[in-house]
Structures are given as structure tokens and as C-alpha cells.
């Protein structure tokens, strides 16, 4: 069976750094892109980053592209996503998601999700 | 990047309705559409993928169609558990980009 299992919510500070993690099992990590998306109250879902764990390439959206960094762990079939300095707007779930062999490819199977809540 | 419109935002339906929902891309996608149902507090789940292929284990209930710039998810014989928010998503191009998301209420 193919899982995808993300860590537990989280709540920061604004400025804090954060770094959260989805662990892959049940299929070939390293021959399928896998995503970050965040889902929002009043954005819906937004595409963030794509990463290839057997290339190690990456691919951002515009909008997150400099804000977040999205890399893996092949060795614990792990991807993770990560920020340096987190905003208020940063409030939100994230999930991950497996893409796909090719580039061009819809998400199959996804994470539950993590919380991350950024107050003061 | 490839907008993406989807209509209507919501929606109120009673069950063994059909309802429709509507996506239109800003250029040709060449088919490259999936739907997503997305329920409170769960994963989003893939229903259906190159614009008419039903994931498999999703009821036949759900059909998707279209191409070019314009694709559509019918839903018959509508479910309690068809409660969702449904959302379209293009991935001909990167960055891949979701529709708005149409709120299906029973």
C-alpha cells in the first residue's frame, strides 16, 4: 500500500523556523516526483514545490518560490519542506502528495496533513 | 502560468441529483485535468484524471469530460458522502494550478 505519512501540527512565532516532513513507503520513492500543496481558509488549494528524490531536482511555484525550500531524505524516504523566517500568512495545512513519474503529472495519493498555525 | 476557473463556487443539491461542475483553463491543456474531492479534515482524494479517467475505486457515479480549454465533472445520482469541496487542477504545465474549488452541499 502506498502511505504517506506527515508530521504532527506545529505552532511558531512569526520569524521562527520550521521544518516538516512527509515519510513515503510502498512504492519506488525515488522514481516519482512528490509535492507540497497548501490548503488555506480563504485561498483553497495552492501548488507550492515538486521534488525528484532520485535526481534530487526541484521545481517551485512563483509564489513560493525564495519563501520555502523543499528537499529529501532518500535514505528514510523522507521529503521535507522547511522555512527559514515564517509569516502569519504561512498560517495554514500543508500536504504532501505523490505526483507522478513524469514532470506533468496529477497527484495520486496524498498525506492527511500538517497544521501549522503562526501567531504571536 | 495556466489560470484555471472553476464555477460555481458552490453549490446546494438534494441526493440522487445530478450536478455538474465547470472548469476552464486559459489556454489548451490537452486533456492534462484531474478532480479532487476534498472533505474536512482529510486528504484530498484523486477522482478523476486525464480530464475523463476515473481513479480507481471511485463509483461510477462520477464522470469527467471535456478538452482544450473546457472540462466538466458530473456527478449522478448524488451521495450524502458526495459532501466535498471539489476542486480541478491542470498539470500540463508548471506551476501546476488548482481551480478555486466548487463547495458541494447536500
Known amino acids: 500500500e502506498v502511505r504517506l505519512v506527515q508530521s504532527g501540527a506545529e505552532v511558531k512565532k512569526p520569524g521562527e523556523s520550521l521544518k516538516i516532513s512527509c515519510k513515503a513507503s510502498?512504492?519506488?520513492?525515488?522514481?516519482?516526483?512528490l509535492g507540497w500543496v497548501r490548503q488555506t481558509p480563504g485561498k483553497g488549494l495552492e501548488w507550492m514545490a515538486l521534488?525528484?528524490?532520485?535526481?534530487?531536482?526541484?521545481r517551485y511555484s512563483p509564489s513560493f518560490e525564495g519563501h520555502v525550500t523543499i528537499s529529501v531524505d532518500s535514505s528514510v524516504w523522507t521529503a521535507y519542506l522547511q522555512w527559514r523566517s515564517l509569516a502569519v500568512s504561512d498560517t495554514g495545512t500543508y500536504y504532501c502528495?505523490?505526483?507522478?513519474?513524469?514532470?506533468?503529472?496529477?497527484?495520486?495519493?496524498w498525506g492527511s496533513g500538517t497544521t501549522v498555525i503562526v501567531s504571536s | 502560468d495556466i489560470q484555471m476557473t472553476q464555477s460555481p463556487s458552490s453549490l446546494s443539491a438534494s441526493v440522487g441529483d445530478t450536478v455538474t461542475i465547470t472548469c476552464r483553463a486559459s489556454q489548451d491543456i490537452r486533456e492534462s485535468l484531474a478532480w479532487y474531492q476534498h472533505k474536512p479534515g482529510v486528504a484530498p482524494k484523486l477522482v478523476v484524471y486525464a480530464a475523463s479517467r476515473l481513479e480507481s475505486g471511485v463509483p461510477s457515479r462520477f464522470g469527467g469530460s471535456g478538452s482544450g480549454t473546457h472540462y466538466t465533472l458530473t456527478i449522478s445520482s448524488l451521495q450524502p458522502g458526495d459532501l466535498a469541496t471539489y476542486y480541478c487542477q491542470q498539470y500540463y504545465r508548471t506551476p501546476l494550478t488548482f481551480g478555486g474549488g466548487t463547495k458541494v452541499e447536500i
Open positions: 502528495a505523490r505526483q507522478g513519474a513524469d514532470l506533468s503529472d496529477y497527484m495520486d495519493v
Open positions: 510502498g512504492y519506488s520513492f525515488s522514481s516519482y516526483w
Open positions: 521534488v525528484y528524490p532520485g535526481r534530487s531536482q526541484t
